[in-house]
């Protein structure tokens, strides 16, 4: 059982920054492809971006791609996100998942691929 607490959310003002931080508990963290989730109020669950295991492979979501950066220390069982140059269309709540750990060297866009989840922190950008 993987459990995950995400941290560092609030709220900015457009062009500011935030880092979102997803502290996990387990012993096999390096396993676990990490990725990122937001969900804005009356839409679907949206993917943001994915980390491999060893943190060799990252995937984009193209609204924020060259704004947003993940990583990951294994060594602290912690999964990143740095947000800058935040818009209001980034205002959602977001959240972090974590697969299995059976595939942990792909990552995934797909919400079914992720078996673990954690509470959601909320993000607001501001005009």
């Known amino acids: 059982q993987v459990q995950l607490v995400e941290s560092g959310g609030g709220l900015v003002q457009a062009g500011g920054s935030l880092r979102l931080s997803c502290a996990t508990s387990?012993?096999?963290?390096?396993?676990?492809?990490m990725a990122w989730f937001r969900q804005a109020p009356g839409k679907e669950r949206d993917f943001v971006v994915a980390?491999?295991?060893?943190?060799?492979?990252?995937d984009y979501a193209d609204s924020v791609k060259d704004r947003f950066t993940i990583s990951r220390d294994n060594a602290k069982n912690t999964v990143y996100l740095q947000m800058n140059t935040l818009k209001p269309e980034d205002t959602a709540v977001y959240y972090c998942?974590?697969?299995?750990?059976?595939?942990?060297?792909?990552?995934?866009?797909?919400?079914?691929?992720?078996?673990?989840w954690g509470q959601g922190t909320q993000v607001t950008v501001s005009s």
């Open positions: 387990g012993r096999t963290f390096s396993s676990h492809a």
């Open positions: 980390i491999n295991g060893g943190g060799s492979r990252t």
């Open positions: 998942a974590a697969d299995s750990g059976s595939q942990g060297w792909i990552t995934s866009r797909n919400t079914y691929e992720y078996r673990y």
